[in-house]
């Protein structure tokens, strides 16, 4: 097995395409799957164009975000894609263009796709889009039909500003559906969570919610609750002091699942990337 990494800052979308796939070919040779990541601001379909003048038949599968990390850069506007290449690399991929009405039934819908490749091992890695797709749900029907015998990593897309939707990619071509998932077999790949973040002050519970929004926490407006537990600053853009801030949910080991703040609306609830029960116990943390 060999694994390249390639990236472009490049203007024309089509040409970053092509020089950040082509500079990971370089160092993996022909590719046997290839993952890909692309910010906002460019044009996703003419970025695909230049990926597939050179990806051959090589499994695909990408997101969108705001800004892609590269080794120790940080990057707000560009292309970067991985390439793995070997006999032994075998993978599929399925894409989802149309939203279920419900998310348990998304993830098993994406599994059984899956397990259909006749693959009994490897990495499924999946895409979906945040504030659309209820992350939890989606991965008890993923995890449920799929079983323990796999490894599981992925993420949330952001939609793009002023939409509701988020692009994605498969070999297939460019999806404005819910979710895209892969499993590749032929890697050796371990997991971990860290996050490095402490509890501060007292717990807070969830007194009113709808789906993915805080409405109410301990009865009174979310935002309300939420500035008084870290030195919020009122002249300062409160999205982007409470995203440091994230809400933490602790488990039966005492670890804490932190769940991130995307918006705040202008009735003071805060919406979340993924549903948060109502009566759930938890802390505002700090990192």
Not at 66 to 91: P, W
Not at 97 to 117: M, Q, T
Request: with cysteine; proline share 5%.
């Amino acid at each position: 097995m060999r694994v390249g990494l390639g990236y472009s800052t490049l203007e024309d979308p089509y040409s970053a395409g092509l020089e950040a796939l082509r500079e990971a070919i370089s160092k993996s040779g022909e590719p046997s799957f290839i993952i890909l990541f692309v910010t906002f601001n460019y044009d996703p379909y003419e970025v695909f164009r230049g990926v597939k003048e050179v990806a051959g038949c090589s499994r695909l599968i990408g997101a969108t975000s705001e800004c892609i990390i590269v080794e120790d850069m940080l990057i707000a506007r560009g292309v970067s894609a991985l390439a793995i290449s070997g006999e032994e690399i075998r993978g599929v991929t399925f894409s989802q263009n149309e939203e279920p009405a419900d998310d348990y039934e998304l993830g098993k819908i994406a599994g059984e796709s899956l397990l259909k490749s006749n693959l009994d091992r490897g990495l499924v890695i999946t895409f979906f889009v945040n504030g659309l797709v209820d992350a939890s749900r989606m991965l008890y029907g993923l995890y449920n039909t799929m079983g323990i015998r796999f490894r599981y990593i992925g993420g949330g897309c952001g939609r793009r500003p002023g939409t509701s939707y988020a692009y994605t990619f498969t070999e297939q071509g460019v999806n404005r559906g819910p979710l895209v998932a892969g499993l590749v077999d032929g890697i050796d790949v371990s997991t971990a969570i860290g996050h490095g973040f402490n509890s501060i002050k007292e717990p807070l519970i969830i007194t009113k919610t709808a789906r993915n929004r805080i409405v109410e926490i301990d009865g009174i407006s979310a935002i309300e609750s939420y500035v008084k537990r870290f030195n919020f600053v009122p002249n300062r853009d409160p999205l982007s002091q409470i995203v440091l801030h994230p809400l933490g949910f602790p488990n039966l080991s005492g670890e804490y699942i932190i769940r991130d703040p995307v918006r705040i609306n202008k009735d003071g609830s805060i919406e979340f990337p993924t549903d948060i029960p109502k009566g759930a116990v938890g802390y505002v943390m700090e990192g």
